[in-house]
């Protein structure tokens, strides 16, 4: 167990649909990580917050938004989805906002029908 | 092109046998090398991570950078069958963002 909460396990919607996804921590983390991993495009690194600010994007849509609240959980938040938006997403972990060990969730299986 | 390329496999090997798995990549800025192990239904968890080119060794596995080359590669000796597993490599030049490899699924067969 990394200590890092992901939760739902598994969302089913629709398309066009929001969603938000939901991540803990480790205790004492400070920087949080989202990743999308689907089967034809791997792992992507989506957005970076380190202490409540936005610290790095990657290939994150205009349609997803996140953001780490005061007890730093954070909230990946999905609109208008499309079926291409299936994917696991992860959420990560570290204690700086350097660091090269981050731990990962177990991830929420979304899939859009 | 990809930033980083992995073959996905699979690699099917006896136990006992030495594994090699390889990424390459094309941005040479890339200081940091990781590798993560992802098992079935579970998230990815950092086995080691190098800085710049060399070996690094930790019990059974070893990481290896050569930075000339573009090419990292991770030795797994006297391979087990717990080691099955999907392997993602990962670098990155500012720690923010992470590029990972789309990973090499490994079967260890007893």
């Known amino acids: 167990d990394s200590g890092v909460t992901q939760t739902p396990k598994h969302l089913i919607t629709a398309t066009g649909q929001r969603v938000t996804l939901r991540c803990s921590p480790r205790?004492?983390?400070?920087?949080v990580y989202w990743y999308q991993q689907s089967l034809d495009q791997g792992l992507q690194f989506l957005i970076q917050y380190y202490n409540g600010e936005e610290r790095a994007k990657g290939n994150i849509l205009e349609r997803f938004s996140a953001q780490q609240f005061p007890d730093l959980h954070s909230e990946l938040n999905l609109s208008s989805l499309e079926l291409g938006d299936s994917a696991l997403y992860f959420c990560?972990?570290?204690?700086?906002?350097?660091?090269?060990?981050?731990?990962f969730g177990q991830g929420t299986r979304l899939t859009v029908v | 092109q990809k930033e980083v390329e992995q073959d996905p496999g699979p690699l099917s090997v006896p136990e006992g046998a030495i594994v090699s798995l390889n990424c390459t990549y094309s941005?040479?800025?890339?200081?940091?090398f990781m590798w993560y192990r992802q098992y079935s239904r579970k998230g990815p968890e950092l086995l080691m991570y190098?800085?710049?080119?060399g070996n690094k060794e930790d019990g059974r596995f070893t990481a290896q950078v050569d930075k000339s080359s573009k090419y990292i590669s991770l030795f797994i000796r006297d391979s087990q069958p717990s080691d099955s597993a999907t392997y993602l490599c990962a670098m990155t030049y500012n720690f923010n963002k992470f590029y990972f490899g789309s990973g090499t699924k490994l079967n260890v067969k007893p």
């Open positions: 205790s004492g983390d400070l920087s």
């Open positions: 190098t800085y710049s080119s």
């Open positions: 941005n040479s800025a890339f200081q940091y």
């Open positions: 990560a972990s570290s204690v700086e906002q350097l660091n090269t060990e981050a731990f």
